[in-house]
Structure formats: structure tokens, C-alpha cells
């Protein structure tokens, strides 16, 4: 008699890999979202306004008193930051907890915001300083007879205890487009990161119009007509090889071969009578977009050509048996249905190079450049330029920034809106591939 029950499914094979993936995969995802978490939590810590405080504490001298915004408290000390009558970051106080004798939050606090970033904390009317012209002389408590301060030179005047929550999300969004759309200098009262984002979108698509041509033209020889010789071997290995160069190499290399090299030259040939101060012989928007697509040509070829190897070979032998030439035949056949491909090329193109820094601060991206490389006047876009970029704003607000307690949050908002630029433009690009990849499979059909 046939025994009956419930019968258990076989336990697959390879059940551990499988959970092993489904690890990688929540640890992926887990470290995203916490990269995410931390610069959206700091990008919000400079914007955000501050409450301010009248503190009393023991000092060295005797007993202290000053109005301060309070940046950071812990269960041992304090930080606050008092006015800044000489410079930026230069007022800052740390008081340990045992000696604080007194913290209040006067409700008519201000908080009043220079051109230049310097923060001023006082008490008074907040509307009867705004009402006053711009010409008008200001005395303000503490202020230092040799610095005289008018009224038009305040960017933001603030009662920072008097806001809500609602309040202060609105103050703290002013102050980070302020920050996105305003430039260094500005009236912003922040270092301003337009410049930045224009040089970088600018050095994107430029660096792109130049290595996907190339790119695809390498690829077409090594898969099409190279063949599998030894020396299509050779040439593959040198393009794998090439992919894992530090760009810092690339950096000198374009340092040499384009500044040097064919900057001076073109000098020498074109410019000769405003030597010798160079034209084209120093860093430039060229040369840096010329030193990306080298660094990024690997990265399209070896893309673009697993692409042509997935194109049907039923595709080109039609093609041919109807009369093109190989030449039509891989224009008109080949190259429409491995569109995916060249989109997904120039995807790894743009998050390789969107975020590379060393190479371009040998080859023309600079701390601050008086004027943007895209503007009105012809030739509208000026490739011997130097430019600035979001990725060196990151590399100097967390390095070299004088106010370490604000900079440092700015680098993290300079690094968000690159991390965004990035995931823009791929984002297209994703959109227009998935596109194509559907028509391609209806033709592959």
C-alpha cells in the first residue's frame, strides 16, 4: 500500500548563495540610504538657523556674558558662536558644562547676516532695522569703532527664537537655494555654488560629445574587423589595463600632452602677440573635457563593443544579402539596434567622470573663476576657460575652508547636488535606453 501525505518540496541547490546575494543586496541598499541619510542630515546643518543665547559662564578673568548662537552642545561642553566682528569663523566659544552659569533665549534676540558670511547677534526690534535705508549708518552694541557697518551690507536679518517649525524650514530652504544659486562673493552670504554647477554640467556634456565618437568608432574596428587576432588581443588587454589608471596619471598626462603641449603650440601659432600671457597654454574647459574623455574612452569601449556582440547575426547577414555594404550595413543595421548599449556606455561614461577631481585641478578647475565658461557673448561657449566644479567646491569647503563648523556642511551640500547632477543626467539617459531597448527587441523579433 502506496504511503500518502504531504509531500515536501526538494530543498534547492545553492540556497546559501542565494541568501548570501540577498545580503550583498540589503547591504547595498543599507549603506545607500545611510550615505543619503548623512549628507542630507549635514547639508541641512548651515542653513538651518541657530537658536541664540545670552550665556553667563566663569571664565579664567571672572564671571563671562555674551549672546551667542548655540552649533553644538554635549553632556560635557558647549559651542557657540558670538558675533563675528572681524572675520568669519573667528568667534567662536567652547564652555565646559561645570562652568556655565546661565543660559537664557531672549525672545528679541537677532541674528543679522554680512555679504560676507559674518553673523552678528544682538537685541532689539527686528522690523524698525529693517525699515532703515540702506545708506543709514548702523551702531551696533559691541561693535568696533573702526569698522563701521551700513545698513545695506545686511543680507538677512532674523529673530531666530520667535520661529516655529514651519518657520524655520522656510529661513533654512532660502538660504540653501541662496547657497545653489548664488555665486562666490555674492550677496548670498555663502561661498554660492551656480558657477560650480554650470562648469560641471558644461565639462559633462562636453567631455561626452567628444569619447562617445571615439569610443564607438574603437569598438566598431576591435569587434567588427580587428577579429580575434593577436594583436585585437593585445589591443583589448592595453583598453582593460587602461580602465584601472588612477586619474591622477591622467591628470599629468593631460597636464603635459594638452596644456603644455598643444596649448603652447596653438599660442605660439595664434596668439603670439599676447604672450607671454597664454591663451590656451594654461588649464582650460578643453583640455579638462579632452583629459575626462581619455580617462573615460576604456570604460565606452569595452561597453559598446559587448553590445555589438549581442546584435543578432541574423541582422547583418540580412543586411548584407540584400546589397548594403559592410559599411551600411553597420550604420543602418548594427549601430541602431546596439543604441541600448552606447546609451549604457555613456551612463559609466558620466558617473566615472562627473565626480573625478584630481585630474581636473592639473588641467583647468579652479578654486574660483571670475567669469562662467557658457555665457552670452559669442562664442557663447569658451573652451579655454578656466571653470570651477562641483567636485573641487567639496575637495576646498572640507579642506580649506575657514569656518570649519559651517564648511564642513556646505561640503556635504556641494556633494548632495553633484550626487543629484550625477543621478540626472543618468537618469535620462536611463530613460531614452530602456526606450530604445524595446524598439530594438520589436526589429530583433
Known amino acids: 500500500m502506496l504511503r500518502t501525505g504531504t509531500r515536501h518540496a526538494p530543498r534547492r541547490r545553492g540556497d546559501s548563495g542565494l541568501w ?86 531672549p525672545p528679541d534676540a537677532l541674528a543679522l547676516r554680512l ?116 594583436l585585437a588581443q593585445l589591443l583589448r588587454a592595453a583598453v582593460a589595463n587602461l580602465a584601472g589608471v588612477p586619474s591622477v596619471i591622467y591628470g599629468l598626462f593631460g597636464l603635459v600632452l594638452f596644456v603644455h603641449g598643444l596649448g603652447a603650440g596653438l599660442d605660439a601659432l595664434f596668439h603670439a602677440d599676447a604672450l ?62 546596439a543604441r541600448p548599449a552606447l546609451l549604457t556606455a555613456l551612463i559609466l561614461a558620466v558617473a566615472r567622470a562627473a565626480g573625478e577631481v584630481a585630474p581636473l585641478m592639473l588641467v583647468g578647475a579652479v578654486k574660483y573663476a571670475p567669469a562662467l565658461p557658457l555665457d552670452g557673448e559669442f562664442p557663447y561657449l569658451h573652451l579655454s576657460k578656466q571653470f570651477m566644479h562641483l567636485g573641487h567646491s567639496v575637495y576646498d569647503l572640507a579642506l580649506t575652508g575657514a569656518d570649519a563648523q559651517r564648511d564642513l556642511g556646505e561640503a556635504h551640500a556641494a556633494a548632495l547636488l553633484l550626487l543629484i547632477v550625477v543621478v540626472a543626467l543618468n537618469a535620462a539617459a536611463i530613460v531614452v535606453r530602456n526606450r530604445l531597448r524595446e524598439r530594438s527587441r520589436e526589429l530583433s523579433a
Open 20 to 105: 548570501l546575494a540577498a545580503g550583498a543586496v540589503a547591504l547595498s541598499l543599507a549603506a545607500l540610504i545611510a550615505l543619503l541619510f548623512v549628507l542630507l542630515q549635514q547639508s541641512a546643518r548651515p542653513f538651518l538657523p541657530a537658536a541664540v543665547a545670552e550665556l553667563r559662564w566663569q571664565g579664567a578673568a571672572g564671571p563671562q556674558q555674551a549672546l551667542a548662537a548655540i552649533v553644538r552642545e554635549d553632556a560635557d561642553e558647549l559651542i557657540a558662536r558670538a558675533s563675528e566682528w572681524q572675520r568669519r569663523g573667528g568667534a567662536y566659544l567652547r564652555i565646559a558644562r561645570a562652568d556655565l552659569l546661565e543660559r537664557t533665549f
Open 276 to 337: 607671454p600671457s597664454p591663451t590656451w597654454g594654461t588649464g582650460g574647459l578643453l583640455w579638462s573635457a579632452l583629459t575626462l574623455a581619455l580617462l573615460t574612452l576604456p570604460v565606452v569601449v569595452i561597453a559598446v563593443e559587448e553590445g555589438l556582440a549581442r546584435v543578432p547575426a541574423g541582422l547583418r547577414q540580412g543586411a548584407l544579402a540584400l546589397g548594403a555594404t559592410r559599411a551600411e550595413m553597420l550604420w543602418r543595421v548594427v549601430l541602431p539596434v
Open 115 to 230: 555679504a560676507d558670511g559674518r553673523e552678528l547677534y544682538l537685541r532689539g526690534d527686528a522690523h524698525a532695522l529693517a525699515a532703515l535705508p540702506s545708506a543709514a549708518g548702523l551702531a551696533l552694541p559691541g561693535m568696533p569703532a573702526e569698522l563701521p557697518l551700513r545698513r545695506g551690507e545686511l543680507v538677512e536679518i532674523l529673530a531666530p527664537n520667535q520661529l516655529g517649525p514651519g518657520g524655520r524650514l522656510r529661513v533654512a530652504t532660502q538660504r540653501a537655494w541662496a547657497f545653489v544659486s548664488g555665486s562666490p562673493g555674492g550677496d548670498s552670504g555663502s561661498a554660492g555654488l551656480l558657477p560650480a554647477l554650470v562648469g560641471t554640467v558644461v565639462l559633462v556634456l562636453l567631455m561626452s560629445v567628444l569619447v562617445m565618437p571615439l569610443g564607438v568608432l574603437v569598438a566598431l574596428w576591435l569587434h567588427e574587423y580587428a577579429g580575434r587576432g593577436a
